[in-house]
Each structure stands twice: as structure tokens, then as C-alpha cells.
């Protein structure tokens, strides 16, 4: 049993200092045998695994900040938009105790900036110009039907 250790601890040895690992590896039958794959050199940078693509809508949060004397007897607003990835997307916000649904639009020929115009059924609606820094993420202003001013935060940490 010795000489087998010492044997083991030859090969092991014998690999690192080629440069290689050893991986246990099952043929269809069953039986266990050992591959050894080379290192890449030294300085050899490998690539990791793709990033994982997004595909279809996205729902982001949105964060409205009072800009005016009107908006601070609110405060801070949150909504969420929901991003179809085809330059359209369903906005919500609840405010003052209303719901408000519309949609944010990008403008035409312009790949980041965008409106979003949202209504409630009582009537209180709201208008915004935005712009995104990344398809999760982006920044702009809405004012309401009753003049409350904000500064709107789309996204997060993304």
C-alpha cells in the first residue's frame, strides 16, 4: 500500500509540474477512467461563460422624487414600467390614492429617450420625458394634472 501512495503522489506531483490536471471521466459502459487536459500558458486569459441574455419583457421599478412645493405634500411616488423590449412599454403608478396606467414610447429615431403618459379612471393623469443609460435603467421628469412636479428613477442596480 506504500508504494502505492508513493506512486500517486509521483503522478500528482509529475501533473502539476506539467502543467495538466486529471479528470475522472465515465465511459457509456460505466467504467471510471482519467483524461488529463493541458493549462492553458501563463498570462492566458479564459473566458468565462457568456452572460445570461435577457429575452422579453422586463419589469423595472420606478421611484418618483418630489421636484415642487405640490409634489413634497405627497412625497416619494413608486410604479413600476414594464419594458417589451420593442421600444413600447405599460406604465403604472399608484398617487394620491389612484391608479394610473399608460405606456412609455420611445421617440422616434432616438434609441434611449422616451415619453410616458399615464390616466386614472377618476381622471388625475400624468406626462414624462426619460432617458436610459441601459434597456434596465434610465432617468427623467413627470408632472401631474394637478401640477406636481418629480423627478423619476427608472430601474435599479441592473
Given at each position: 500500500?506504500?508504494?502505492?501512495?508513493?506512486?500517486?503522489?509521483?503522478?500528482?506531483?509529475?501533473?502539476?509540474?506539467?502543467?495538466?490536471?486529471?479528470?475522472?471521466?465515465?465511459?457509456?459502459?460505466?467504467?471510471?477512467?482519467?483524461?488529463?487536459?493541458?493549462?492553458?500558458?501563463?498570462?492566458?486569459?479564459?473566458?468565462?461563460?457568456?452572460?445570461?441574455?435577457?429575452?422579453?419583457?422586463?419589469?423595472?421599478?420606478?421611484?418618483?422624487?418630489?421636484?415642487?412645493?405640490?409634489?413634497?405634500?405627497?412625497?416619494?411616488?413608486t410604479g413600476s414600467?414594464?419594458?417589451?423590449?420593442?421600444?413600447?412599454?405599460?406604465?403604472?403608478?399608484?398617487?394620491?390614492?389612484?391608479?394610473?396606467?399608460?405606456?412609455?414610447?420611445?421617440?422616434?429615431?432616438?434609441?434611449?429617450?422616451?415619453?410616458?403618459?399615464?390616466?386614472?379612471?377618476?381622471?388625475?393623469?400624468?406626462?414624462?420625458?426619460?432617458?436610459?443609460?441601459?434597456?434596465?435603467?434610465?432617468?427623467?421628469?413627470?408632472?401631474?394634472?394637478?401640477?406636481?412636479?418629480?423627478?423619476?428613477?427608472?430601474?435599479?442596480?441592473?
Open positions: 500500500m506504500r508504494r502505492f501512495s508513493q506512486c500517486g503522489a509521483t503522478i500528482m506531483a509529475v501533473a502539476v509540474l506539467a502543467g495538466c490536471y486529471v479528470v475522472p471521466e465515465r465511459a457509456p459502459d460505466g467504467t471510471l477512467y482519467y483524461q488529463h487536459y493541458p493549462l492553458p500558458p501563463a498570462g492566458t486569459v479564459v473566458p468565462g461563460p457568456p452572460p445570461p441574455s435577457r429575452t422579453g419583457p422586463a419589469t423595472l421599478p420606478v421611484r418618483l422624487y418630489p421636484s415642487n412645493d405640490i409634489a413634497t405634500r405627497t412625497g416619494v411616488i414600467v414594464t419594458n417589451m423590449m420593442t421600444g413600447k412599454g405599460v406604465f403604472n403608478v399608484s398617487y394620491q390614492g389612484e391608479v394610473l396606467t399608460g405606456e412609455a414610447t420611445r421617440v422616434s429615431n432616438e434609441e434611449r429617450r422616451g415619453v410616458a403618459s399615464a390616466f386614472s379612471p377618476q381622471g388625475m393623469f400624468m406626462s414624462c420625458e426619460y432617458q436610459m443609460n441601459t434597456p434596465y435603467q434610465g432617468a427623467g421628469t413627470c408632472t401631474f394634472s394637478n401640477g406636481a412636479a418629480y423627478q423619476m428613477h427608472i430601474g435599479g442596480t441592473q
